[in-house]
């Protein structure tokens, strides 16, 4: 079935210094979707991306959809403390409906 | 406007008692979705339904897990009998579609003794 790898697990930042996170799907993707869950919460969704090469922004945040739509990224420009939180990936796939989550990666923000 | 709500919001049960979970999707939205999420697997899939009908059940763990939907406002996810490996959070979330942006609900934590 599909899979939806993210990278890294977990990143720990200073407080103004830039982040990223990766996400590739072993398939080729219709759309993908990021989502936030600060700790304690739920998952809240950011953005869906859905052509191929599509950038969005979003403030300090940037979203990246590869050419092969099988792969994608978000990075955050001079992080605050206000972005700790864990960052998910969700894919889906040309032929369905299913959403399927990347791990995540958990950001740590120090002051 | 209210979100997805979920009951309870917390459940501390012993192994082998029944558990029912609840959900109410946002008013409107003909798709619902129940995942669970632990440290080791992360945000799993169980069920989704559209319109009130299953659609994909292929992440529902085992027969000890069941879910229904009886109607467009109400969803439940039962684990009988549950064990300690059931423990995690479960959220249920819901969408206008099955390809829209899903909108999660608080989770219910869910400890088994």
């Known amino acids: 079935g599909q899979q939806v790898m993210q990278i890294p697990q977990y990143q720990h930042v200073q407080e103004g210094e830039d982040f990223t996170t990766y996400c590739n799907s072993s398939?080729?993707?219709?759309?993908i979707q990021w989502y936030k869950q600060r700790p304690g919460g739920h998952p809240v969704f950011l953005i869906q991306?859905?052509?191929?090469?599509e950038v969005k922004k979003q403030k300090r945040l940037t979203f990246q959809f590869g050419e092969a739509k099988k792969n994608s990224s978000l990075h955050i420009t001079a992080t605050q403390t206000t972005d700790v939180g864990t960052y998910f990936c969700?894919?889906?796939?040309?032929?369905?409906?299913?959403?399927?989550f990347g791990e995540g990666t958990q950001l740590t923000v120090n002051p | 406007d209210a979100g997805v709500i979920q009951s309870p919001r917390h459940e501390v049960t012993e192994m082998g008692q029944e558990v029912t979970l609840r959900c109410k999707p946002i008013?409107?939205?003909?798709?619902l979705f129940w995942y669970r999420q632990t440290m080791m697997r992360g945000l799993e899939l169980l069920i989704y339904?559209?319109?009130?009908?299953?659609?994909?059940d292929s992440g529902m763990p085992e027969d000890r897990f069941s879910a229904k939907m009886p109607n467009a406002s109400f969803s439940t996810l039962k684990i009988q009998p549950s064990e300690p490996r059931d423990s995690a959070v479960y959220f249920c979330?819901?969408?206008?579609?099955?390809?829209?942006?899903?909108?999660f609900g608080p989770g219910t934590r869910l400890l088994v003794l």
């Open positions: 339904f559209n319109n009130n009908v299953p659609i994909d």
């Open positions: 008013s409107g939205h003909n798709s």
């Open positions: 991306l859905v052509k191929s090469g």
């Open positions: 969700a894919g889906r796939e040309t032929s369905g409906s299913r959403l399927t």
């Open positions: 398939t080729t993707l219709s759309n």
């Open positions: 979330a819901s969408s206008f579609g099955t390809k829209e942006t899903q909108y």
